[in-house]
């Protein structure tokens, strides 16, 4: 059974910096990519970062890029997300994927499991 446990949300003004972790656990193949996915209210779970055990990447939403700084630790399952100049526009529920069917772009299958995610908020 897959589980995500995804940790290090808060609530910073705008300006700031959040650092968020993610365990993954349950695969029993080595995923090649693994990512970062954001959800506002009323809009729909985008894909923020993702990234592979390959050469390419990592991946960035225009959004974040040069922003955020996604890192991973294949030994400790565990894919981490750097925050840094957060904007407002940044509030979401964040969650992890540990299996990624398109790093490239950034999307998870339809069948992805989730975790409960992490909440950020951040105000102007």
């Known amino acids: 059974q897959v589980q995500l446990r995804e940790s290090g949300g808060g609530s910073v003004q705008a300006g700031g910096s959040l650092r968020l972790s993610c365990t993954v656990s349950?695969?029993?193949?080595?995923?090649?990519?693994m990512g970062w996915f954001r959800q506002a209210p009323g809009k729909e779970r985008e894909g923020v970062a993702s990234i592979s055990i390959g050469n390419d990447g990592p991946y960035y939403s225009d959004s974040v890029k040069g922003r955020f700084a996604i890192s991973q630790d294949r030994a400790k399952n565990t894919v981490s997300l750097q925050m840094n100049s957060l904007k407002p526009e940044d509030t979401a529920t964040y969650y992890c994927?540990?299996?990624?069917?398109?790093?490239?772009?950034?999307?998870?299958?339809?069948?992805?499991?989730w975790g409960q995610g992490t909440q950020v908020t951040v105000s102007s």
């Open positions: 349950g695969y029993t193949y080595k995923t090649y990519c």
């Open positions: 994927a540990g299996d990624l069917f398109y790093c490239a772009g950034i999307k998870a299958y339809s069948d992805t499991p």
